[in-house]
């Protein structure tokens, strides 16, 4: 099922470089998510965001950049100062008050 | 601080039988909770949502505030239900929060 598309599905990472997760909607969803899932850890918050131009941290941020200038499009960034990056991306979005829908996922590895 | 405990990482029951998976929260607020469901190489889906009160699949979960649990039931298990379950806790900030999640294993 569409409506929400993350890209790269694998995305490979040097030492001391940026990488940036895609993420899209087109659900007209007003909020979105980012998650990371570690093994035995389930999924935890790095950042969300209700609305455009908006967004808040989560329970793990550090580490980690958004932006929200398109209501469609939430990318993440995972900087050089995330000291242990590899591990499974979630992308989510929904509606106020409403359950959220999910992307594939990104799985990032350092090289 | 708000959180989500899920204190079983694996179930193991066989085809046929109850199956209970548990779930706590802490939040000081009015909380949305959510059991959210992960087959094998599927997308993470919701399961079911406390304000609906719906049985899906034949699973149910009450939400009790008076014990802060959401825990997940189901009266027989079968194969098909195998799979990573996670409760999920929204608050009124829309921020969402899941617990560790449980691996159901049902034996045939």
């Known amino acids: 099922d569409g409506g929400i598309t993350q890209s790269p599905k694998y995305l490979f990472r040097k030492e001391g470089q940026n990488v940036t997760l895609s993420c899209e909607q087109n659900?007209?969803?007003?909020?979105m998510y980012w998650y990371r899932q570690d093994p035995g850890q389930g999924l935890r918050l790095i950042y969300y965001?209700?609305?455009?131009?908006?967004?808040q941290k989560g329970d793990i941020a550090e580490g980690y950049s958004v932006s929200r200038e398109k209501k469609e499009s939430f990318p993440l960034t995972v900087t050089s100062a995330q000291k242990n990056p590899t591990a499974f991306y979630l992308c989510a979005s929904s509606l106020v008050q409403q359950p959220q829908h999910f992307g594939d996922g990104t799985r990032l590895s350092i090289l | 601080a708000q959180r989500v405990t899920q204190p079983e990482k694996l179930l193991s029951v066989f085809k046929g039988a109850p199956v209970e998976l548990k779930c706590n929260y802490s939040y000081s607020g009015s909380p949305e909770l959510f059991w959210y469901v992960q087959y094998s190489r599927q997308r993470l889906q919701l399961l079911l949502r406390?304000?609906s009160r719906e049985s899906i699949k034949g699973f149910t979960a009450d939400l009790n505030k008076g014990e802060t649990s959401f825990h997940l039931k189901k009266p027989f298990a079968q194969e098909e239900d195998s799979a990573m379950y996670y409760c999920a806790l929204k608050t009124s900030y829309d921020k969402v929060i899941f617990g560790p999640g449980t691996s159901l294993s049902v034996i045939p």
């Open positions: 406390h304000i």
């Open positions: 659900l007209n969803h007003d909020a």
């Open positions: 965001s209700q609305i455009v131009n908006d967004f």
